[in-house]
Every structure is written in C-alpha cells, then in structure tokens.
C-alpha cells in the first residue's frame, strides 16, 4: 500500500506516525491530499509538526535514559552517529535546530543528542521550534505543488509496464548505491 493510500485511508493519524517514521515523503503526501480535500490542510500541518516533535523527543529520551543499554551501545558505534555528534559539538543550537533537514542523520541525531549533556528543556524548545518550520514546510510544499503535481501526472500517463520497469530501475539504483557505499565504509 503506496503512502498516499494509507494517509488517504487513516487519515492524520497515518500522517502523524508517518512524520515520525519516515518523515517528508509523507509530509510531503499530507500536503498533496490537503491540496485534493482530502485532509484539512491545518489537520495536515498539526499531524506533521506533532508526529516529527513526538518521535525526535522519544528519540531524545532514549539516548538520555538508555544510554548504556547494548542497543543503543551498538546504535553509537555507527559512523552516523559519529557525524552527528561531531555535528553538534560544532554549533549544538544549530543543529537541534537543523538535523531533520538532513539526509542520513534525521533518526539518530535525537538519540546522539540524547547522549550529551545538552538540557532536556533547551531540546524541547529547539525540538518544537524545528517541528514546526519542517511540519509546515513539507505540507505547505506538499499543499503548493499539487497542481504542478496533478497537470503532471495528467499529462503523462505512463502504462502499467513503463511503471514496472521505472521501479526495477529505482530498486536497482538504490542497491546499487547502498553497495556502493557500503564498499567504501568498509575500504576506508
């Protein structure tokens, strides 16, 4: 079932878990139904800044409370969570502010942050300010580009095989990169 089908279908409370679990494609998704009517644009946003403000402060929380646990032990031993600590030791304020906004770091950032010695309320603050502007950045994108979206996809309608073979070239692609880097991780 495509994102856009179970945010159809469960509405904003699919949207809300999916900010926290995948973040802007379903922000993004959000927007796109609002722009349709299918969800109340406001409803969108409030899901979306709730769901990402929800799962970062968990996050948070695990890395503060557990910290010592095996699981987050192994967690800490990822090259990420090195980037993202190395990140944050930099410009801490900017970065609470900005890691959602990141490829690669927006799941382990709360829990490396978790691990420092920042206070809890100075993350919650800077936790919800960032909530708020990628929530309402990513269905307000969502929302604007309907249109373009929609004369898009009205206008080039590709047949039930050209679909197929476009998503084994994206599979494709991504295994091919994930290998990629995976080689360079272990070469370097």
Not at 22 to 39: I, S
Not at 63 to 78: D, K
Not at 140 to 162: C, I, K, M, N, V
Not at 165 to 177: D, E, F, K
């Amino acid at each position: 079932m495509s994102a856009e089908a179970i945010i159809a279908r469960y509405g904003l409370a699919a949207l809300f878990l999916g900010a926290g679990l995948e973040g802007e494609t379903v922000v993004v998704t959000g927007g796109l139904l609002a722009h349709r009517g299918l969800l109340p644009l406001a409803g969108a946003m409030v899901a979306a800044v709730l769901g990402s403000f929800t799962a970062d402060q968990l996050l948070f929380l695990v890395g503060r409370r557990w910290r010592n646990h095996p699981r987050v032990r192994r967690i800490m031993q990822r090259p990420a969570f090195a980037k993202a600590l190395a990140a944050f030791e930099r410009r801490p304020t900017g970065f609470i502010l900005g890691f959602r906004f990141l490829y690669g770091l927006r799941t382990i950032s709360p829990i490396a942050i978790g691990t420092t010695s920042v206070a809890q309320r100075k993350y919650l603050a800077l936790n919800a300010v960032a909530a708020l502007v990628w929530g309402i950045g990513f269905t307000t994108a969502g929302y604007l580009f309907g249109d373009g979206l929609e004369a898009l996809f009205h206008r080039y309608r590709p047949s039930g095989t050209t679909v197929v073979l476009a998503g084994l070239a994206l599979t494709a692609l991504v295994m091919i990169v994930a290998r990629v880097r995976r080689w360079r991780r272990k070469n370097a």
